[in-house]
C-alpha cells in the first residue's frame, strides 16, 4: 500500500509541476530573470541560449529531494524529486524537442496535441518583450488554444471535402 501512496506523490508532483513551470515562467522568466530568458524570445546564433541555464535552475530541487531523501532516509522527498525529474524531462522532450525542434524529430507529426502546444507556444513568442505575454504553460494547453487547432481541422475538412 505504501508504494502506492509513493507513485501517488510522485504523479501529484508531476502535475503540479505544470502550475510551478507556469508562475516561474509568467513571473520570474518574465520578471527578475528575464536577461536570462530574453534570448529566448528573439533571433540568435548557435544552439545554445542563456535561457538554457533554466535547466540547470529548474534541477536544484530536485537534485536536492533527493539529497535530502538519502541524508535522512525520507522516500517521500525521493518522490517529490522524482515528480520533478519526470516533469523535467517531459518539458525537455515537449519544449525542446517537440515544439523548438532543437532535436529534429516528430516534425511532420499530425497530433492535434502536437499542434495545440506549436501554437500557443507560438502565441507566447509573438511577443518579443516581457511584457503583455500569453500562455506561459508547457505541456497543458489552455482552451482558447485548444479551440482554435479544432476549428482549423474542420475548416480543412470542409475545404477538401473529407
Excluded at 507556444?121 to 505541456?139: I, Q, R, Y
Aim: aromatic residues 18%.
Amino acid at each position: 500500500m505504501t508504494y502506492i501512496a509513493y507513485v501517488l506523490v510522485v504523479i501529484a508532483v508531476f502535475f503540479a509541476m505544470e502550475w510551478v513551470a507556469w508562475a516561474t515562467h509568467r513571473y520570474i522568466m518574465h520578471g527578475l530573470l528575464w536577461f536570462l530568458h530574453r534570448d529566448h524570445h528573439q533571433p540568435h546564433e548557435g544552439k545554445l541560449e542563456k535561457n538554457d541555464w533554466f535547466a540547470i535552475i529548474f534541477s536544484i530541487p530536485s537534485i536536492g529531494s533527493f539529497l535530502l531523501g538519502k541524508l535522512w532516509s525520507n522516500p517521500w522527498l525521493y518522490c517529490i524529486g522524482l515528480g520533478i525529474l519526470l516533469y523535467g524531462i517531459a518539458y525537455f522532450f515537449v519544449h525542446d524537442i517537440i515544439v523548438h525542434q532543437r532535436v529534429r524529430w516528430f516534425t511532420r507529426t499530425r497530433s492535434r496535441y502536437v499542434k495545440q502546444l506549436r501554437w500557443a507556444h507560438k502565441m507566447h513568442h509573438k511577443h518579443l518583450g516581457k511584457e503583455n505575454g500569453e500562455s506561459f504553460g508547457f505541456l497543458f494547453v489552455e482552451k482558447k488554444y485548444r479551440d482554435k487547432i479544432e476549428r482549423d481541422e474542420q475548416l480543412q475538412q470542409k475545404n477538401t471535402g473529407k
